[in-house]
């Protein structure tokens, strides 16, 4: 499975709710992050919100409390479990922040499941305040993404050419992606022919790639809630490693045929597409 690459976004796709939204609102900060989000971007919004919490008495502490009682998504954490079991490498990219979904991820004991987390930086300053900071630094000049789905402070598909470009020299072919909001949108576009989509069935992402379903070269596969996100993945996993087996073995034999006949030949253990 070592050629496989399981990209995931996080939130609504991991935990199953916005991170941001979910501290602001379990501190007691809500009207004030409504009064705040019309006048400066989400990520800076965010950023102010933490400098006020502080201002309150809020602590660290307080914040990783908070983000250790958001609700997971079911079956999702055996899932990365199983993948990374086989051999697969998981990555995260998301718009949350580094402190939200690390101190999460080890509370749930995944973190080491993981290679690479691409998001905006979130950190703690000298006087105890967490920061948090774009992906991509919009205020001296813009990511270049022409997707009107992207935040200024992060373009996922930006990100997933750049793994992509990494993934090449490693060896690694075939990139599986999941994700849910209007932001996983463009990462979707940037897939290949022999790659897999995984949307979140009646979320942002669902709804655009069906409108532009030519744009998606990856074979799309949706999922409503964590039993099916586990299923279609470890379905797909176990796909992709039955047709590498029976191209090598067929490669062995210094035999050469088409690849479409190798996957006609595979057993249809998949669902159909939706």
């Known amino acids: 499975m070592a050629g496989i690459v399981v990209v995931f976004d996080f939130d609504k796709t991991i935990i199953d709710l916005d991170s941001d939204n979910w501290v602001v609102d379990e501190l007691g900060a809500t009207d004030l992050f409504n009064q705040l989000l019309p006048t400066m971007p ?9 400098k006020e919490l502080h201002e ?4 660290i502490k307080d914040i990783e409390q ?25 990555r995260i990219v998301s718009d949350a922040n580094l402190f939200y979904i690390e101190t999460i991820l080890n509370h749930l004991g995944i973190s080491d499941c993981f290679t690479e987390i691409h998001t ?4 703690v300053d000298e006087e105890g305040k967490l920061r948090i900071r774009p992906h991509h630094d919009f205020h001296t000049s813009s990511h270049g993404c022409s997707s009107n789905t992207c935040p200024p402070n992060m373009c996922k598909g930006l990100v997933i050419e750049r793994i992509q470009a990494s993934l090449a020299k490693e060896g690694k072919k075939r990139m599986i992606y999941l994700g849910d909001g209007a932001g996983d949108f463009c990462p979707s576009l940037k897939l290949k022919e022999q790659d897999f989509v995984m949307p979140r069935k009646d979320f942002p992402v669902w709804k655009l790639i069906n409108e532009n379903r ?11 809630d964590g039993e099916e996100q586990e299923h279609i993945l470890l379905q797909i ?3 992709i490693s039955m047709e590498d087996n029976q191209f090598l073995s067929v490669d062995c034999k210094f035999q050469t045929i088409p690849i479409n006949a190798v996957h006609e030949a595979m057993p249809k253990a998949l669902p159909v597409p939706y």
């Open 66 to 90: 908070v983000l250790k009682r958001a609700p997971v998504i079911a079956r999702v954490v055996p899932a990365i479990k199983a993948a990374h079991a086989l051999g697969c490498d998981l």
């Open 56 to 59: 309150q008495g809020k602590t």
């Open 237 to 239: 996993i176990k796909t």
């Open 42 to 50: 989400w990520n800076s919004v965010m950023d102010r919100m933490m």
């Open 214 to 224: 030519n744009l998606v070269k990856a074979e799309i596969h949706g999922w409503s």
């Open 120 to 123: 905006n930086p979130g950190y």
